[in-house]
């Protein structure tokens, strides 16, 4: 054990011990921010007919649905790994139809990314023990004979996708890009839009630009010896809490704020000028009125 004279020596109130974890190193992470540009929507046979009366289209809705993530070892760079991410968005469109009617349908886009990660190299075999299937009989999975370097774990992180353009293009006409085929959407990506996928067929075809904010993250296993104060371990008691929902309700304050509209005018903040005589957003609408920033 070992004294400590800071801050957490205080908060514990006795030595701290070593303690090992097995914790995710991160090796190597990156962020992106992308322009996937003219990327066409797949669309199922109902929306098919939606989109082919239709006279415009917007984009008014993007989610990432899935996200798929394979891992190949760069050749002659040990610890590198080429990433590919392939992403599956659902897309909201607003179709404009005939008499000023509009119509949403859904739709499929995927785009493909590749990315180099460095990611060290380890080895050995690794196996755990499933909580679920276990047993000392129990029926093995996946036997190989030959056993590969183990392989590092990647993570993706994407914000909501935003929506930059949308096209409507006669379908005759050779248009944007595509990674794959009605035939090769995965399964449970069908189910999620209840219909059946459409190549090479209808009028018109769909395509749109969005920008994607993600962070990768390269990971490993790792264990570590840390010091410890204590188990972590709950202080406060739950309390059965018997009272209905009226009475909880009832103690709640009454949010006067929401139901009362802002009349005043945004206060003219000088010390958020710069430098260079330039002011935030907020505010170049009062220096015609107050003069300029100093």
């Known amino acids: 054990m070992v004294e400590r004279n800071g801050p957490l020596g205080g908060l514990c109130g006795k030595p701290e011990q070593l303690c090992c974890v097995s914790v995710n190193k991160i090796f190597d992470s990156a962020r992106d921010k992308d ?9 199922c046979d109902h929306a098919q007919e939606v989109i082919d009366r239709a006279s415009a289209v917007r984009t008014i809705d993007v989610e990432v649905i899935n996200c798929n993530i394979s891992i190949n070892p760069v050749p002659f760079n040990r610890g590198y790994y080429q990433v590919t991410i392939r992403y599956f968005f659902c897309v909201t469109l607003e179709a404009c139809l005939c008499n000023g009617r509009t119509q949403e349908v859904q739709g499929l886009c995927v785009f493909d990314k590749k990315i180099i990660l460095f990611g060290s190299e380890k080895n050995v075999a690794v196996f755990k023990s499933d909580p679920n299937n276990d047993g000392f009989c129990r029926r093995p999975t996946d036997l190989e ?4 370097a183990t392989l590092p774990t990647v993570v ?24 794959i085929n009605s035939e090769a959407i995965p399964e449970g990506i069908r189910n999620r839009f209840g219909g059946n996928f459409v190549d090479g067929i209808g009028q018109n075809t769909v395509y749109v630009t969005l920008g994607v904010f993600s962070v990768y993250r390269m990971e490993r296993e790792f264990q570590l010896v840390l010091p410890a104060c204590n188990f972590c371990l709950p202080e406060r008691e739950s309390r059965n809490d018997t009272t209905d929902a009226c009475s909880i309700f009832g103690k709640m304050n009454f949010p006067i704020s929401e139901f009362i509209p802002i009349a005043e005018e945004p206060r003219f903040d000088r010390d958020r000028c710069d430098k260079n005589d330039r002011c935030d957003k907020n505010d170049r609408n009062d220096r015609d009125n107050r003069g300029p920033c100093k």
């Open 35 to 43: 322009c996937l540009e003219d990327v066409r929507v797949h669309l």
């Open 145 to 148: 004979c030959d056993r590969d």
């Open 156 to 179: 993706v992180e994407v914000a909501a996708p935003i929506a930059l353009d949308t096209k409507l293009i006669e379908r005759c006409r050779p248009f944007g890009h595509c990674c």
